[in-house]
């Protein structure tokens, strides 16, 4: 299993909202394009699907933006991949093939799709704000 590229530059994206979350001041989609080396109209594109799944909200103004909608902890990296990629796990698996080989690899893929969802809801976006900055912190005393 692997992340798309449009779920790991809208993480991103919201990686470096949540870093300024409590802030009140929203960033510009240039200002996060450039922190995070994401092309602007694609970041533009991500960022409108985030806002109209509730992820983030607009501000209008000279010094509109973006902000999170709701807190870092309350935003699961499920809420985002699934927004992103579009799948529900509320749908129905398709039909089981009818042989015990095709039915064997579609249980087993279930289980590890079932694991993989398991994983992004038990992960906050405020999780990966504080990893970040853990890491940040030992890079900097390793340099020092």
Known sequence: MELSSKSEYALLALLELG?????????QIRQIAAH?????????????????????RSQRGAKGGYLLARSPWQITLYDVVSCIEG?????????????????????VWQTARQAAEDVLQ???LQDLVDKCKAKQQVDLMYYI
């Open 36 to 56: 995070q080396n994401i092309p602007d109209r694609y970041l533009e594109q991500l960022l409108a699907t985030l806002r109209r799944a509730g992820i983030v």
């Open 87 to 107: 799948f529900d796990s509320s749908k129905e698996p398709p039909a089981t093939p009818q042989t015990s080989e095709g039915s064997v690899i579609a249980e």
């Open 19 to 27: 870093r300024g979350f409590g802030q009140g001041e929203p960033m």
């Open 122 to 124: 038990k992960q906050t």
